[in-house]
Nanobody
Framework: QVQVVESGGGLVQAGGSLRLSCTAS????????MAWFRQTPGKERDGVSC????????LYADSVKGRFTISRDNANNTMYLQMSNLKPEDTAMYYC????????????????????WGQGTQVTVSS
């Protein structure tokens, strides 16, 4: 079964850190760029970050630059999002997504370029 599964969410105080993981199965992981999106109830899903197939290139939303770091371990079919200096506005459901049409990151201003989505992991940042 082709799937991606997120983990690592939780409740953290403002200023704290969390590391999210996304583990893929059923696909050739290192052929695909991977991304993180987030969504709060009633709002559109927003792109957070994307990493190319080999980890050589990455994109970040302006709101998380300098605080979040995306990485991947192709040997273990896993992508990570290290989140530091968390703010209450980072509270959201975080989703992992795979881009099937090549190994480079497409725009993350929209989720339409991503083909496979996980179920999400909740991140809640208290003030």
């Amino acid at each position: 079964q082709v799937q991606v599964v997120e983990s690592g969410g939780g409740l953290v105080q403002a200023g704290g850190s969390l590391r999210l993981s996304c583990t893929a199965s059923g696909l050739v992981f290192d052929e695909h760029s991977m991304a993180w999106f987030r969504q709060t109830p009633g709002k559109e899903r927003d792109g957070v970050s994307c990493i190319s197939w080999n980890g050589g290139n990455s994109l970040y939303a302006d709101s998380v630059k300098g605080r979040f770091t995306i990485s991947r371990d192709n040997a273990n079919n896993t992508m990570y999002l290290q989140m530091s200096n968390l703010k209450p506005e980072d509270t959201a459901m975080y989703y992992c997504a795979a881009h099937f049409n090549g190994g480079w990151c497409p725009a993350i201003s929209t989720g339409k370029y991503f083909d496979l989505w996980g179920q999400g992991t909740q991140v809640t940042v208290s003030s």
